[in-house]
């Protein structure tokens, strides 16, 4: 029977990560390239987490662009915002000094900020219910697939070109993407390749109560909801060890470990491809323990709960002796965040109406964003005094935080938006 139904929805999707691995290549191409940078634009460590932090500041705008896609749809809004990140990426080539270099990372952090808000919004119109956690594990492969290849392209480009034409090739691509989905993408009720049997199963999965109750996205009804903080919360504390990742492990690799750039471009993506087998394990354990009769939010918080007790191997990875130790660490740090941010993440679409649900992402990644900016801050401001050690000690306990408050605060709205057979 499910071979009948058709597979058009994973098509969409996989488009969707492939848009999304496009994002995360251009905003991890900076990383790769800063310890090349910082002698022609005059960038200290210090200016580099400022630039970072300008960038976190940028996609913690989130919230209006989850507002501005809930109202555009989904077609023209992710066309617009990939158009947008993909010109402001190439645009870097133009930086002259570390302050031109940070304003146009703030405007690349509010166009490509889309990311999560408009993956899950595809997931929640795309999806019955219990098929969200592996959609949004495949789109989410591509936030690990982006940062991946950003090293070795990066490195490339750089070692053939120099450092501007990372940015205009990594741009480029921003912009076929977005020529791509324009032409590509149509809604459930519009898709002329969708059967009637994929379209019938995709409804009969959906949580029709929860559309019944939102006529449009509210800000404000949001706030003043217990699971969206939740969320909030967890993701807070959550994300400071992915904008290490990022945003910091090729310059730690390099300052602290000793790493030339063709190191960097052999090791550096190592950490992504253990998250992209996180992004599917999170939602493979989610549902292996549904399917021993836990209900659907209890599932998550398990999975969650499970990917940050794997988050204590974390602290370790400033103090021992082997770099390549201090990597492999790095690695099973990578895929216990995937395997628990996965989870937390598609609870959006569990508990909110898929027309508000990119606004709930947005606000929740703004929440997210706003703890990877503080770490961020810290580390540019503070590794010159006491070294990366610290730092990797607080990011490694605190999703044990987190997992406690998604028990204490989520609260399922009726029971029959948690089981799905």
Request: charged share 10%; glycine share 10%; proline share 4%.
């Given at each position: ?119 899950l919004k595809v997931v929640a119109e795309w999806f019955p219910a219990r098929e969200r956690g592996f959609a949004s594990g495949i789109y989410n492969i591509g936030a690990s697939v982006g940062s ?274």
């Amino acid at each position: 029977m499910r071979s009948r139904i058709g597979a058009t929805r994973w098509g969409i999707i996989s488009l969707v990560m492939l848009g999304t691995i496009i994002n995360y290549l251009t905003r991890s191409a900076l990383s790769v390239a800063a310890s090349t940078m910082m002698t022609s634009l005059h960038m200290t460590e210090k200016n580099y987490g400022v630039i970072t932090g300008i960038f976190q500041f940028g996609i913690m705008l989130q919230p209006i662009a989850g507002y501005i896609l809930d109202l555009v749809k989904l077609k023209l809004g992710l066309t617009l915002f990939a158009l947008a990140w993909g010109l402001i990426t190439m645009a870097h080539a133009l930086a002259g000094n570390w302050q031109g270099l940070a304003f146009l990372r703030g405007l690349q952090g509010f166009a490509e900020g889309i990311a999560q808000p408009g993956g899950l919004k595809v997931v929640a119109e795309w999806f019955p219910a219990r098929e969200r956690g592996f959609a949004s594990g495949i789109y989410n492969i591509g936030a690990s697939v982006g940062s991946m290849l950003a090293p070795p392209l990066v490195a490339w480009a750089i070692l053939s070109y120099n450092w501007r034409a990372a940015f205009i090739i990594s741009g480029a691509l921003a912009l076929i993407w977005a020529g791509l989905w324009y032409v590509c993408y149509q809604t459930p009720d519009r898709h002329r390749s969708l059967s009637k049997a994929e379209r019938d199963y995709i409804k009969a999965g959906q949580e029709t109560h929860l559309e019944a109750a939102v006529q449009r996205p509210s800000p404000l009804r949001i706030l003043a909801q217990r699971n969206f903080w939740g969320m909030a919360i967890a993701r807070f504390l959550a994300d400071p060890i992915w904008g290490m990742l990022v945003f910091w492990v090729p310059l730690y690799l390099s300052s602290a470990r000793g790493f030339d750039l063709k190191h960097i471009a052999l090791f550096a993506w190592l950490p992504f491809v253990a998250a992209d087998i996180g992004c599917l394990f999170g939602p493979a354990l989610a549902l292996w323990i549904q399917n021993r009769g836990v209900s659907l939010i209890n599932a998550r918080r398990w999975a969650f709960s499970i990917g940050a007790c794997m988050m204590m191997c974390v602290p370790f990875v400033g103090y021992v002796a082997s770099p390549y130790v201090a990597i492999a660490l790095l690695c099973v740090g990578a895929f216990a965040h995937q395997t628990l941010s996965v989870n937390v993440i598609t609870m959006a679409s569990d508990l909110f109406s898929s027309r508000e649900v990119a606004t709930v992402a947005g606000m929740v990644g703004t929440a997210a964003n706003l703890g990877a900016l503080l770490i961020s801050l810290a580390i540019g401001f503070m590794v010159a005094k006491t070294g990366y050690g610290p730092f990797f000690i607080l990011i490694g306990g605190l999703d044990l935080i987190g997992a406690a408050l998604l028990w204490l605060v989520i609260k399922p709205k009726a029971a029959g938006t948690e089981s799905h057979p």
